[in-house]
């Protein structure tokens, strides 16, 4: 079981509360996770990853046992602790500097 | 004994103001999408509790919403709230969310370039949806003026949405740049006597008009002239803040352009001024009254750089001329320390008798006034900034 920690925008958007838990079929990647998440909640289509190009949106990070994995592949695999549960998995808003 | 509705979208979140048709008192629900920046609401003509919404975020992108209550509950279109959101194969079945170029070969237009802020070329991309626009006779037909610039449409209640390419294909795409809220397009305007004509503006290309439902279009800014282009009477370029039209009079258009207040008796063909003796030409809404096709309304704002009232003194201009000859409406406004703007789709009007006109700011008020202008007051006054205000007369 993969846990997943939404930013409070995108659990307000997928109706949930707390962290998701997520099965995962064969590699857990960060595109792995992310897919099955937004099979569980379509609303968070396009919300991490653009629709068309299924890249990272600008302002979206991933982090997981204190590191940023914003950066690394998509198809990468993800910490072990993450991939037997003990970690969650954190997609995060970044810091912007509260435009508004 | 009808009511009015009042819609309003702001940087955080969206509001709905409630009032019978005295509309004095007036009942505030909100705020939905709490957070998210609300571009636009808007109710469609044929079925008012149909309400369309467009919920954006820097981070997360866009959601399209959907009410059909008039804005008490919400759901994504193809995902009505308590149904799976999932099909039973396991597919996600909201695309409404979904804005992609149309670059097919039958259909579609390439996706070349546009002009940066200073003129270099760079590819469309997706940023939000700046306005909605219900048809007028079909709810669940609904038109999306979207940043980077071109028009989409839904046919299906805003499930599924495809680019009326033609606009962003027709020619000029490569010489449009952004204004400084981005390259959006922010109006459209139905023709209600001619169903295939649509208007379009778009900061900062200027005026598009098309007479076929969308397939072919053109510029249509002969007459306006605009100093920050090489070519100040470019066929486009022209950083158009704002359009609006009597329903009684669709060839008769009014353009609050980044200074200039504009008018054009034939259906945008040409443009004259009409900004007469406004204290300052620049501005972003300009909207017309109910009842009065020759009565329209604007709020001169300070520019380039300041951007708020000029003299810090809140003030509505109102002409019953069609332009040229203004006044300055100033009962129940604060006429002085005002420094507030009120955005492009923020100004609305009310069809009932007096007609209703109201107003919101950055500052977080809603000014209304039941009597076409003479006097106002807030209706509601600690938003966060007002991004656009729409009204609607119910039965």
Redesign the interface.
């Known amino acids: 079981m993969i846990r997943v920690l939404l930013?409070?925008?995108?659990r307000?958007?997928a109706r949930v509360e707390g962290e998701v838990e997520l099965e995962v079929e064969g590699a857990v990647t960060r595109d792995s996770v992310l897919d099955a998440l937004?099979?569980?909640?379509?609303?968070l289509?396009?919300?991490?990853r653009?629709?068309?190009t299924r890249e990272r949106?600008a302002?979206?990070r991933f982090f997981a046992c204190e590191q940023d994995l914003s950066h690394e592949p998509a198809d990468a695999p993800l910490p072990e602790a993450v991939a037997d549960g003990r970690e969650p998995f954190l997609v995060v808003?970044?810091i912007?500097g509260g435009?508004? | 004994m009808g009511r009015v509705r009042v819609l309003v979208g702001t940087?955080?979140g969206a509001f709905v103001l409630t009032s019978d048709s005295s509309r004095e008192n007036w009942e505030v629900s909100g705020p939905h999408f709490?957070?998210?920046?609300v571009y636009h609401m808007k109710g469609s003509p044929s079925d008012p509790d149909r309400v369309y919404a467009s919920q954006t975020?820097?981070?997360?992108?866009?959601?399209i919403q959907r009410s059909d209550d008039g804005g008490k509950t919400w759901f994504?279109p193809g995902?009505p709230p308590g149904e799976p959101?999932?099909t039973p194969e396991?597919?996600?079945?909201?695309e409404s969310?979904?804005?992609?170029y149309d670059t097919s070969e039958e259909t579609g237009a390439p996706l070349t370039t546009h002009q940066f802020y200073d003129g270099k070329p760079v590819p469309w991309e997706f940023k939000r949806v700046w306005h909605l626009e219900p048809s007028l006779d079909d709810p669940d037909t609904v038109y999306a003026g979207v940043e980077d610039a071109a028009l989409f449409r839904s046919t299906d209640g805003g499930r599924t949405w495809h680019e009326l390419s033609g606009l962003r294909g027709h020619g000029t795409g490569s010489q449009w740049q952004p204004g400084a809220g981005g390259m959006c397009l922010h109006t459209i305007i139905l023709d209600p006597s001619d169903r295939g004509r649509i208007y379009v503006a778009i900061s900062a290309a200027g005026a598009f008009r098309t007479d076929d439902g969308g397939k072919t279009w053109k510029p249509i800014n002969r007459g306006l002239h605009s100093q920050y282009i090489p070519d100040p009477t470019a066929e486009v370029g022209h950083c158009v803040h704002h359009v609006a039209m009597h329903p009684a009079r669709p060839e008769v258009l009014f353009m609050q352009k980044h200074w200039d207040v504009m008018r054009s008796d034939n259906g945008g063909e040409n443009w004259r001024e009409v900004s007469g003796d406004l204290p300052t030409d620049f501005g972003f809404v300009i909207d017309v009254h109910a009842h009065e096709p020759e009565t329209i309304y604007v709020v001169p704002i300070k520019s380039d750089a300041e951007h708020y009232p000029p003299d810090g003194k809140l003030r509505v201009y109102r002409s019953r001329t069609g332009g040229n000859e203004w006044e300055a409406l100033t009962n129940g406004l604060p006429q002085e320390n005002c420094y507030v703007n009120v955005l492009r789709d923020a100004m609305s009007v009310d069809t009932l008798d007096p007609c209703g006109v109201y107003f919101g700011t950055t500052g977080g008020q809603v000014y209304a006034s039941r009597d076409g202008g003479d006097s106002w007051h807030p209706i509601v006054r600690d938003l966060?900034?007002v991004l656009s205000v729409e009204a609607q007369a119910l039965p």
């Open positions: 930013p409070q925008p995108l307000t958007l937004e099979r569980a909640y379509p609303a289509c396009g919300t991490i653009d629709h068309q949106r302002f979206v808003g970044a912007a435009r508004a | 940087r955080k709490a957070g998210w920046e975020s820097g981070w997360f992108g866009q959601i994504q995902t959101t999932t396991g597919m996600p079945k909201g969310n979904k804005f992609v966060p900034a």
